[in-house]
């Protein structure tokens, strides 16, 4: 390729060389005898080429070969120059010959030309002449002929003026009054020039009409009767007649804020709004509805007011953007007031779709109001607080829901109160947010401009709203607590101990349901979040996710826990009342012979009965795991129960007893640890079990700060025997109860002056006696054993 594009530059250098040398000047005439400095092989195309030089060169730098070979080239290009030149020399010969035969047409076409150019300066000079002769005998008439014309001009103009009150009367009772205005506008040249002299009586007569006229239209510019045309018409002709209108704008502009005002959206317009939205054949036609018929045609109203006004006064534009948008602004602040009510997404978008019609009507007539970006802002502000306050309502439904268990509890109006409290808690929870999270979906599937506008900023608010919602739902749990603690306390006097049991239920409540929120409610509201309101992003990204799921499930979590524990808590407190009672009243030390097992034990277990039947309607019932003393690592026997249950030999004296104490006190030291108090579980075993346990070391407290006489540790080993069956068939650890039975006989015999225990046969048959008359007495439910 590179050998082949050699020639084809050496050609073209040397076509580029012919045809400058065509053009270009005399070569005689330029320096022949300068000499060349740098001589080349490339100089052969210059005008001061040397062939001697260039032949020297040529040998002196080329062999044998080489000659030859530019030999070859050298006979080439010549051929090639040859062709060359016999093409331009035909292509200008065609152009000779076409510039020959031009020539030839206009020399043919000139011959002749100079005679008629003439004869036509003749015929010129000939009319010149006659023109010159007509207008020297017609110009005495002609001057006539236009004094008269313009006379006759001055006497109609004359006649005019005279003519002109009449003319205005008649205009005045046909209620022309345009044609009045433009008759007196087109006089008052005449009456500025001679209105004090020659037509001072027409001049006189046509301004008490035109006073007249004035009037008419000012009465038109003020009337509501009017069309807004009509009083814009009446105002450009009292501009016309050079009336001040100027001092009519504060007066009009009263008129304009005056429809302004009956144009603002009412409580009564957005109620009819909701109301139509109601029927499903009406939902998505609002600009159909009357309400909003009637209110457009009144918009359309103003849109023609604002119109005109603009017309009459074109330097009152700032006034009426300020107008339109005090318009916008009231509109939204009706809403927000209308949105703290508990509506529905179709309500706001009917409102919202009333808001957005009017700014369109009025943005045709004020474009630089901007009212579409004004009511943007204006309506974010407007949405967000309808989500704020549609959480808010459900918040309160949730609250509901959960003081109804004072009232259900108190007046027994259910066979199981908190139950049914409980599923409608839940009900309240997880529907209440799938109720409103369809409801937020209607507004992104709106077409409304203006809410299309707002969809990511509506899917982060969603967000936003959700987890700013279970906090103050945890925030809700801790303050009814809180609260029923406090009306426990005012109350517990007047209403006795049904208080503290309607808080303790409430309590358990709120923990289960904290549960059910963490497992159930947020993993289902995740889930439809993730569906349906994906995207958004709008906020700063430095305040992170909308939406923490793991964080509302961590609070919930904790929550839970909580109220279980201050459920225990609460149950423990209030039995604890009873023991310290039972445990602080007697003096022991000159306690009787025990005869029957003491009542507190009944209370007790009925406080156990009651526990058990709260738990059993909020909490589901776990796997049973009995943990008896032969299942236990430790001992088989407990070493210091052994004395009091398995000696079958009579005991007659002090130090025997004595003795078997000691022997107790020294098992204790080598029986292996039991684990009393393990973590609480959701389930009904696990609570009723903790509940006994605390109770059982608050009667070991009790006893260690009492000293007893020998019937009044008998007493205590009667009531922790009796106890000891319904206990164990009531919790799930026997051997963590076995053990802190124990350590109340334990306690009690150190604090006992003269610890000798009621022989076995006497133990016996005090307890059947219990279980004899307690059967008696409730001959319907099951014998304790």
Not at 180 to 201: E, L, N, R
């Amino acid at each position: 390729m590179a050998v082949d594009d050699t020639p084809m530059d050496d050609k073209a250098k040397r076509m580029r060389d012919l045809l400058s040398s065509f053009y270009s000047p005399d070569p005689s005439t330029m320096s022949k005898n300068t000499p060349s400095i740098h001589a080349t092989l490339d100089s052969i195309n210059t005008t001061s080429f040397d062939p001697d030089q260039y032949m020297n060169l040529l040998i002196t730098k080329s062999n044998l070969e080489g000659l030859l070979q530019r030999h070859v080239e050298m006979a080439a290009e010549i051929k090639n120059l040859d062709t060359d030149l016999q093409m331009l020399v035909y292509e200008n010969y065609n152009k000779f010959i076409s510039a020959t035969d031009t020539i030839k047409r206009m020399k043919s076409n000139i011959v002749g030309m100079e005679t008629n150019m003439e004869q036509l300066l003749d015929k010129i000079m000939s009319v010149q002449s006659r023109s010159d002769g007509v207008n020297s005998s017609l110009f005495e008439k002609r001057e006539h002929i236009e004094k008269l014309h313009r006379t006759r001009n001055l006497l109609r103009k004359v006649q005019f003026i005279y003519d002109l009150p009449a003319r205005l009367g008649k205009c005045i009772k046909s209620e022309a009054y345009a044609d009045a205005v433009k008759f007196y506008t087109g006089a008052m040249p005449i009456f500025k020039a001679y209105g004090d002299s020659s037509f001072q009586d027409c001049k006189r007569a046509s301004k008490e009409a035109v006073a007249i006229i004035i009037k008419n239209l000012q009465g038109k510019l003020f009337s509501d009767s009017e069309s807004i045309q009509a009083r814009a018409e009446a105002a450009v002709l009292l501009k016309r007649l050079d009336f001040p209108v100027e001092s009519l704008q504060a007066k009009l502009l009263e008129k304009l804020e005056q429809f302004h005002g009956d144009l603002q959206l009412k409580t009564e317009e957005t109620n009819s709004v909701a109301s139509v939205s109601d029927f499903p054949s009406n939902q998505g036609n609002f600009a159909e509805s009357v309400p909003s018929a009637t209110r457009e045609a009144s918009v359309r109203g103003f849109v023609e007011a604002v119109r005109a006004y603009r017309v009459i006064f074109p330097d009152s534009e700032n006034q009426l953007i300020k107008l339109a948008q005090d318009l916008v602004t009231k509109h939204f602040e009706t809403t927000e007031h209308y949105v703290k009510n508990q509506i529905s997404s179709a309500d706001l978008l009917g409102v919202l779709r009333i808001i957005w019609t009017d700014v369109l009507l009025m943005e045709e007539v004020l474009p630089a109001a901007a009212l579409p970006d004004y009511s943007l802002e204006a309506a974010q502000l407007t949405v967000k607080q309808y989500i704020a306050s549609t959480f808010s309502h459900l918040l309160h439904d949730i609250s509901d829901a959960l003081t109804k268990v004072y009232s259900r509890q108190k007046e027994l109006v259910e066979e199981y109160p908190l139950q049914a409290s409980l599923e409608a808690s839940k009900k309240a929870v997880l529907q209440g947010s799938m109720d409103i999270l369809l409801d937020f979906r209607q507004l992104l599937d709106d077409d409304l401009e203006l809410v299309i506008k707002l969809r990511d900023l509506i899917v982060d608010w969603v967000q936003e709203g959700f987890q700013d919602f279970f906090r103050a739902l945890d925030d809700q749990f801790l303050l009814l607590s809180r609260r029923n603690n406090s009306a426990t306390q005012n109350q517990c006097l007047a209403e006795g101990t049904q208080v503290d049991k309607v808080l303790a239920g409430l309590v358990l409540l709120l923990a289960q349901l904290s549960v059910f929120i963490e497992q159930t409610a947020i993993p289902r509201i995740t889930e439809e979040i993730g569906a349906s309101f994906s995207g958004g992003g709008v906020r700063d990204c430095k305040n992170g996710p909308a939406f923490v799921p793991g964080e509302i499930c961590r609070i919930f979590r904790s929550a839970g826990e909580k109220f279980l524990h201050h459920y225990i808590n609460i149950r423990t407190q209030r039995i604890s009342v009873l023991l310290r009672k039972r445990f602080t009243t007697p003096n022991w030390v000159k306690h009787k012979e025990p005869r029957e097992v003491h009542m507190f034990v009944d209370l007790f277990l009925q406080e156990l009965e009651a526990i058990g039947n709260e738990v059993k309607q909020i909490l589901h019932q776990g796997v049973l795991r009995k943990h008896r003393r032969s299942d236990s690592n430790g001992s088989t026997v407990s070493s210091r129960s052994n004395p009091l249950r398995d000696d079958k030999v009579n005991r007659s004296n002090t130090q025997r007893a004595r003795s078997q104490l000691l022997e107790t006190h020294v098992a204790k030291l080598f029986k292996q640890k039991v684990e009393i108090f393990t973590k609480v579980e959701y389930t009904q075993e696990s609570v009723v079990t903790t509940i006994v346990k605390l109770c059982l070391k608050s009667i070991q407290e009790f006893v260690r700060l009492q000293t007893f006489n020998r019937t009044g540790f008998q007493q205590i080993q009667l009531d922790i025997q009796f106890l000891r069956s319904p206990l164990k068939d009531t919790v799930e650890d026997e051997a963590a109860i076995d053990f802190l039975l124990d350590e109340v006989i334990v306690a009690a015999s150190d604090r006992c002056l003269d610890p000798i225990p009621l022989e076995p046969p006497i133990l016996d048959k005090l307890i059947q006696a219990k279980l004899a008359k307690a059967k008696e007495q409730n001959p319907v439910s099951p014998e304790i054993s």
